[in-house]
């Protein structure tokens, strides 16, 4: 429990990119050794920066819903873990259009150190393109390894971003929600009451 303790100190207090952050480094994560469920997203919003909790907001609510849980679950840290791409907001990106890509730093520097950590985890929920980039094997489309990686494999699902901004890509693929949904809700249930 130090180890795990120390490390997250050591993040909160971390500045490796502050020169490239549009306000002053807050690093937000949720970690625990004793959770059973990892949830690598891609930053936190601005919302999360600003009251220093992952989703915290409408892509949080709506993420929530897609899992099958309550807040007062999702919020447990013996219950989720929430390690993202990058720990600070990124602010936004060049076109204004949405947030900025994750550094790539944070990843580089912790990954690995909270992934030894949480050896209680049963399921790993990647969630969007950057996450996917780097945890999926052969990765090369979203759309495709969402569908390929549910029905495979047992310890990983991924999932879209949950914004708003995915609206349309959830539209034309609706088999996410009556197909894939379900079948990532029953594996959250069997392990929470486990």
């Avoid at 840290?77 to 060049?94: L, V």
Wanted: proline share 7%; hydrophobic share 35%; with cysteine.
């Amino acid at each position: 429990m130090d180890n795990v303790n120390q490390l997250i100190n050591k993040i909160k207090k971390c500045t490796l990119c502050s020169a490239d952050l549009p306000f002053k480094p807050n690093p937000v994560i949720q970690i625990s050794p004793f959770a059973k469920i990892l949830i690598i997203g891609q930053a936190p919003g601005l919302l999360a920066h600003q009251i220093s909790t992952p989703f915290k907001d409408k892509s949080g609510e709506r993420l929530r819903l897609w899992l099958g849980v309550s807040e007062q679950q999702f919020y447990d840290e013996t219950q989720f873990a929430i390690m993202p791409m990058a720990f600070c907001y990124p602010g936004k990106n060049k076109q204004n259009s949405g947030d900025a890509p994750p550094p790539k730093i944070c990843q580089q520097t912790w990954h690995q150190l909270l992934l030894k950590q949480l050896t209680q985890v049963r399921l790993t929920i990647v969630i969007g393109q950057y996450a996917a980039k780097q945890y999926v094997d052969e990765f090369t489309n979203l759309t495709n390894a969402i569908e390929k990686n549910t029905e495979t494999n047992k310890d990983m699902v991924l999932l879209p971003h949950p914004s708003g901004r995915n609206n349309i890509w959830l539209a034309k693929n609706k088999w996410f929600e009556t197909k894939t949904l379900p079948i990532i809700r029953q594996r959250i249930k069997d392990i929470l009451s486990n």
